[in-house]
């Protein structure tokens, strides 16, 4: 099978979608598959072409601005440029599946009506804004894949689509490391973009009470972004928490290994690969109640969903401290419920599917 993967942002940029989509194109590599993955150079030290675990890569759209994290927004020419360049490729270069992500939505738009199998991936849904832009894409799109049942649930409900049309993949992610896990009382993490909608404020709002009151407390942040700085200020002067930055895998998985519980603030979610992740390494999940937050499917007797205020985190996280009966089978449970998301599970689903496609 040769697949043609178009998304705007991949390895080694850090988001949700860019850990899905490697994760996956490796495990069909592995499997013998071709992967190539069309998408925009927006660091000009990145190269245009290139071979990453047998994935081809290929940076054909130049964008350095094409991103403003602050905004959540997207350079209005770095879109249209990478939405030409995507149908072009489309045309030139012939594969079994072009499977288009989300984002930025005018390249599928464009490359739809000469892309034969094709495949729209929704990680989310928003239903507000841009509700036509999403309907006339899902519309022109025989086979849909959602990463959550709660995506695919708006996909049907929003744009009225027949559930048979929408396909569930979930999120994948890899086994942790063979071993005992020492885990730290009172660890807390948050792995993820350093931005607006993810609201990181709050956890280390919240963390100061709970310091106070459980002084071997700590809380680790890691992640990028325009807000890094700003939230480094925020906690000084508070202690244990650690403002890290981009941190390799090894000495991530590291960390989440001995975690307590894993903190996840966000406004907006697909599913929340960070979160499986985490769970996967058994930390309780500490999820907030927003609306548009898919993450909260994953609250299955594995955590707690929380108003998203800090003194209600600060609450949620001292029960957890206090309570540890209950947060060990909560761990347990964390670690089960993120099983099901395992590579080796994900991946002959997303081969299965794909060969259906071709298929007819």
Known sequence: MRLALFTELFYPSVGGCERRFLLLSKWLVAKGHSVDVYTVRHDGRLKAEEELYG????????????????RGTRSGAGVANYALKAAAKVIQCRHDVNYFSEWPLLHALLSAPFSSPYVQEW???????????????????????????????????????????????PNPVEPPPQGVLKKRHGRFVYTGRLVPHKHVDIIIKAFKPVRARFPEAELHVVGT????????????????????????????????????????????????????????????LLTADFPDNAAKELVQGTGLVVKPT????????????????????????????AAKHDINVIGPKFEEYLLSVIEG
């Not at 940076?59 to 602050?70: H, K, P, T």
């Not at 244990?240 to 000495?251: N, R, S, T």
């Not at 209600?312 to 449970?333: I, N, S, Y």
């Open 310 to 337: 800090p003194e209600a985190f600060a609450e949620a996280m001292a029960k957890v401290l206090r309570e540890e009966e209950m947060a060990k089978d909560m761990a347990e449970r964390a670690r089960r419920v």
């Open 123 to 169: 990680c989310e849904v928003w239903g507000k804004g841009i509700y036509y832009y999403e309907k006339i894409v899902s519309s022109l799109a025989k086979h849909n894949v959602a990463t959550s049942e709660f995506t695919k649930s708006r996909l049907v409900r929003f744009f009225r689509l027949p559930e048979s049309r929408v396909f569930v993949i």
């Open 225 to 284: 972004g325009p807000l890094k700085d700003e939230l480094k200020a925020l906690s000084s002067g508070i202690g244990g928490v650690y403002v890290h930055g981009y941190l390799p895998d090894k000495e991530l998985q590291e960390l989440l290994g001995s975690s307590y519980a894993f903190l996840l603030p966000s406004e907006r979610e697909g599913e929340g690969i960070s979160a499986i992740e985490a769970m996967m390494a058994k930390n309780v």
């Open 55 to 70: 994935i081809k890569i290929h940076r054909c759209a130049w964008g350095r601005n094409y991103v403003n994290a602050m």
